[in-house]
């Protein structure tokens, strides 16, 4: 009598799991179909226009300071290439991307190409590991940027 009430038992359990799960998709379908009606149809955006990064977010991820809202006071009037540092570089090709530059030993601060770089200069181009820097955006570059080697990695050789 026992194994009878115990297998009429898994029966109703599997009979209400199996009802459940069709009411939960029956359910699911009904709620998308719902939210597809309603919603009028969004134009793809042109292909030709990329997303504008943040040049705050970039000076974060590159480790520099403020943003750099046009020209830096304390730059000097004839500037030479002592007088930058190129600590990064963001490329999107030669004419789109940002270096991350420090100008006088004060923090270093992001820089879109053709934004102006202390008072006489601007970022004229990019390149995977350096920076032009020139009067215009069309003029020659007066000052080259380029990041420091890396070090090689150090090996330690176990003592015994």
Do not use: C
């Not at 939210?35 to 705050?56: E, F, I, K, R, W």
């Not at 977010?57 to 030479?80: F, H």
């Amino acid at each position: 009598m026992k194994s009878s009430s115990l297998s009429h038992w898994w029966l109703k359990t599997v009979t209400f799991l199996a009802a459940a799960l069709a009411a939960a998709s029956g359910a699911y379908w009904v709620l998308k179909w719902d939210n597809s009606t309603q919603q009028a149809p969004t134009p793809a955006a042109p292909l030709s226009s990329a997303p504008q990064a943040d040049t705050q977010v970039v000076s974060r991820l590159l480790g520099g300071g403020p943003m750099a809202n046009g020209a830096d006071p304390s730059a000097a009037p004839a500037p030479s290439a002592s007088q930058f540092k190129l600590l990064g570089v963001v490329t999107e090709g030669r004419q789109r991307g940002y270096a991350l530059i420090a100008i006088d030993d004060q923090p270093a601060k992001p820089y879109r190409v053709g934004a102006p770089v202390g008072e006489t200069l601007v970022l004229r181009s990019v390149a995977a590991r350096s920076a032009a820097l020139a009067t215009d955006a069309q003029a020659p570059a007066s000052v080259q940027l380029v990041l420091p080697e890396l070090a090689p990695p150090q090996t330690t050789t176990p003592n015994r």
